[in-house]
C-alpha cells in the first residue's frame, strides 16, 4: 500500500531563517505531488505541483521555491522566512488520473517568531 | 478564478441527527468532486469522491452532485459525536488534476 511521510511535524524558526520541509511518497511510481498551506481556520491553498522529476508549477507568487529531486520525493523550500509564512504545510499525492483522489501526509506545523 | 463557496459554520446537530453540507463550485468544466474530514490540528482524510449527477452512498455518508447547479452536498445520517471535525469541499480540475478547496464547514455533533 501507498504511504506519505512528511517531516518535520511541528518547526519554529525565527523571521529570515531559511526553510527545508521534505516529502516522500512510498508504494507507487510517477505520482502527481502537491505542496499546500493551512492558515488558522482556513481551507487549503495549493503551493506547488509537480507531475514529473524536476517539474514544478507555482500557484501563488511567494518566497517560497519547491523541487523534486527524486521521483518520489518533493520538498519546500524558503531562503529567507516572513511571518506570514506561518502555517500547516500539508504535502499530498495522486495516481495523476482525473477523479482520483489526493492523500496527504501528516502535516508540518511551521511557526515564525 | 476557480472558486469553491461552503458555508463555515459552526453547524450543530444533535446525535443521531442527519448532518447536510453544501458546496457551490464556480468552473462549470469541472469534474471531479471530493469530501475530506479534517480534525483539529490533524491532516484531512477522503471520505468521498462523486463524479456523476446524483446521489452515491457509502456506510452513512451520502454525496450529492447537481452539475447543472454547479452544487455538491454530503449528507451524513445517523451523526455521532465522532463526526465533530471540518468538512472540506474540493473540486478536482487542471492537467495535473489540482483540487480547489473550499474553506470548510465545521461541524459539531452534540451528544
Given at each position: ?113 | ?80 459525536p465522532s463526526d465533530s471535525a ?21 461541524l459539531t455533533v452534540?451528544?
Amino acid at each position: 500500500s501507498q504511504t506519505i511521510h512528511q517531516w518535520p511535524a511541528t518547526l519554529v524558526q525565527p523571521v529570515g531563517s531559511p526553510l527545508s520541509l521534505e516529502c516522500t511518497v512510498e508504494g507507487t511510481s510517477n505520482p502527481n505531488l502537491y505542496w499546500y498551506r493551512q492558515a488558522a481556520g482556513r481551507g487549503l491553498q495549493l503551493l506547488f505541483y509537480s507531475v514529473g522529476i524536476g517539474q514544478i508549477s507555482s500557484e501563488v507568487p511567494q518566497n517560497l521555491s519547491a523541487s523534486r529531486p527524486q521521483d518520489r520525493q518533493f520538498i519546500l523550500s524558503s531562503k529567507k522566512l516572513l511571518l506570514s509564512d506561518s502555517g500547516f504545510y500539508l504535502c499530498a499525492w495522486s495516481v495523476g488520473q482525473l477523479g482520483q483522489p489526493q492523500h496527504f501526509g501528516d502535516g508540518t506545523r511551521l511557526s515564525i517568531l | 478564478q476557480k472558486e469553491v463557496e461552503q458555508n463555515s459554520g459552526p453547524l450543530s446537530v444533535p446525535e443521531g441527527a442527519i448532518a447536510s453540507l453544501n458546496c457551490t463550485y464556480s468552473d462549470r468544466g469541472s469534474q471531479s468532486f471530493f469530501w475530506y474530514r479534517q480534525y483539529s490540528g490533524k491532516s484531512p482524510e477522503l471520505i468521498m469522491f462523486i463524479y456523476s449527477n446524483g446521489d452515491k452512498e457509502d456506510g452513512r455518508f451520502t454525496a450529492q452532485l447537481n452539475k447543472a447547479s454547479q452544487y455538491v452536498s454530503l449528507l451524513i445520517r445517523d451523526s455521532q459525536p465522532s463526526d465533530s471535525a471540518t468538512y472540506l469541499c474540493a473540486v478536482q480540475s487542471g492537467s495535473a488534476r489540482q483540487l480547489t478547496f473550499g474553506s470548510g464547514t465545521q461541524l459539531t455533533v452534540l451528544p
